[in-house]
């Protein structure tokens, strides 16, 4: 089976650092991806990791490890734009080779 | 270049009426899928075609709900009957290659009453 998990919610200020965590349970692996989608619009593309590492993409960061199955998203210089939720997304491999989304984080930045 | 094309947009109708949603994809995307994202909750797979194959549909409840991507293009996801428990919104996204990542439509909100 397929399982992803990550936080309901979380709060933030304005200017700060958030990390939001995901860890992932799949049939095989093809990638996570990092989505925003702000309150009644679509999803948008933020991050792809398919190695090991981490990849920095202006103020967003996403890491991954794949033999823990754990990613992080790493929002700096927070925004008040920023509130939305955000989306842990994981391509299985092989015969499962479909783009599966975890709940998502809703994230509050605050003044 | 245009993005993910759905419509409508909105669409309210009344229990056991039957309903189409229609999604054109990004030019030469050859990965199609239909979402269903209930509030609050992650985009959840009801299809994905590669091309006009339905590789997986595993998730759609085939009772009611039926797909059709002709030519490999457009797609059109049907509910005949509709019943309370299908409001949601209902994305359609889509890719280029396997392991790029995907676009989304602005999605249907579906209300049934």
């Known amino acids: 089976g397929q399982n992803i998990d990550q936080p309901t919610e979380m709060t933030a200020t304005e200017g700060a650092i958030v990390q939001i965590n995901c860890t992932y349970q799949?049939?095989?692996?093809?990638?996570l991806f990092w989505y925003q989608q702000h309150a009644g619009e679509a999803p948008t593309f933020l991050s792809y990791?398919?190695?090991?590492g981490l990849e920095e993409k202006g103020r967003f960061s996403s890491f991954l490890s794949r033999s823990k199955g754990y990613s992080y998203l790493l929002l700096k210089e927070l925004q008040m734009k920023d509130s939305a939720s955000y989306l842990c997304?994981?391509?299985?491999?092989?015969?499962?080779?479909?783009?599966?989304f975890g709940t998502g984080t809703l994230l509050a930045v605050q003044p | 270049e245009a993005g993910v094309v759905q419509s409508p947009r909105y669409k309210i109708i009344e229990k056991k009426q039957p309903v189409a949603f229609w999604c054109n994809p990004i030019s030469g995307h050859n990965t199609l899928y239909w979402y269903l994202q209930n509030l609050g909750q992650g985009p959840e797979l009801l299809i994905r075609?590669?091309?006009?194959?339905?590789?997986?549909d595993s998730q759609l409840p085939k009772d009611r709900f039926s797909a059709e991507r002709l030519k490999g293009v457009d797609s059109t996801l049907k509910i005949q009957p509709a019943e309370l428990g299908d409001s949601a919104v209902y994305l359609c996204a889509s890719s280029s290659l396997t392991g790029t990542e995907a676009f989304f439509g602005q999605g249907t909100r579906l209300t049934v009453v």
């Open positions: 799949t049939s095989g692996f093809n990638g």
């Open positions: 997304a994981v391509r299985g491999g092989g015969a499962t080779n479909k783009l599966i």
């Open positions: 990791n398919v190695l090991d």
């Open positions: 075609y590669e091309n006009e194959e339905a590789v997986d």
